[in-house]
């Protein structure tokens, strides 16, 4: 209703000449809830600009029905290149405070700086090739497999039966889970000493998120044996 109001046309009569009745015209288009829409068809496909995802379609053979197909155009921030990881780019956002953009990139470049130091001053001091070959070198890598290892299975959910709040344990979706990993990964860079810097804060914490463990890892394991505790409570998720 508000976008309605916010959205009213503002009317007004147009001079004429005489003897010709004076028509109401609109100087505006009302807006209704149509102005959200998408401005391509529902015929039209959504964008493949992924290299893997286009040599699975052409694999798979889905190519040849999406050749007459009329696709929409790529958003600024979809691209195809090699350098571009969608997981990095969502942490980033995580990052990012009061929209300063140059800035996490800036953090997130530190903090990868700071994890390939690390990885590589351990690769150095290592003895023997087994020891060399179980140290990942890659942050790309790294930063996947902490966020994989802080993934929580399932949550707490507050439901109020007969006057009393129950804290019900529910699954918790995919997309819901990689955002409370990252969430807890910049919570525990963040909670550092004064004289800590935040890249170097976050590179330990990443690092030992990727080989299961750290304050992170800690943190999703007490989540899930609260979960545990309250399984007696999980038939008032449907009641």
């Known amino acids: 209703m508000a976008g309605w109001t916010r959205s009213l046309a503002l009317?007004?009569?147009?001079?004429?000449?005489?003897?010709?009745?004076?028509?109401?015209?609109?100087?505006r288009f009302i807006e209704g809830p149509w102005r959200?829409?998408?401005q391509y068809p529902p015929t039209y496909a959504e964008p493949i600009y992924r290299k893997e995802n286009i040599e699975e379609l052409s694999k798979s053979g889905e190519t040849e029905s999406l050749a007459f197909t009329p696709i929409k155009a790529?958003?600024?921030?979809?691209?195809?290149?090699?350098?571009?990881?969608?997981?990095?780019?969502?942490?980033?956002?995580?990052?990012?405070?009061?929209?300063?953009?140059a800035l996490a990139r800036d953090l997130m470049e530190k903090t990868f700086e700071m994890i390939k130091r690390m990885q590589l001053q351990k690769y150095h001091q290592a003895e023997t090739e087994e020891e060399k070959a179980s140290i990942e070198c890659n942050p790309i890598n790294i930063i996947r497999?902490?966020?994989e290892?802080?993934?929580?299975?399932?949550?707490?959910?507050?439901?109020k039966?007969?006057?009393?709040?129950?804290?019900?344990?529910?699954?918790?979706?995919?997309?819901?889970?990689?955002f409370v990993s990252m969430r807890w990964l910049v919570e525990s860079g963040r909670?550092?000493?004064?004289?800590?810097?935040?890249?170097?804060?976050?590179?330990?914490e990443l690092i030992d998120a990727s080989r299961n463990e750290g304050r992170v890892?800690?943190?999703?394991?007490?989540l899930h044996r609260q979960c545990e505790a309250n399984r007696a409570y999980a038939h008032y998720r449907w009641s």
């Open 149 to 159: 290892n802080t993934r929580p299975l399932l949550q707490l959910t507050p439901i």
């Open 161 to 178: 039966r007969g006057g009393v709040k129950y804290q019900v344990p529910v699954p918790i979706t995919e997309k819901h889970s990689y």
């Open 11 to 27: 009317l007004q009569f147009r001079p004429c000449n005489r003897g010709q009745t004076l028509p109401l015209v609109c100087n």
């Open 74 to 101: 790529a958003l600024n921030n979809q691209t195809s290149s090699i350098f571009h990881d969608p997981l990095v780019a969502k942490f980033t956002n995580y990052v990012m405070k009061t929209g300063n953009k």
């Open 191 to 204: 909670e550092k000493e004064r004289k800590v810097h935040f890249p170097e804060k976050l590179a330990k």
């Open 36 to 38: 959200h829409y998408s």
């Open 145 to 147: 497999n902490a966020v």
């Open 217 to 222: 890892v800690k943190k999703k394991q007490d």
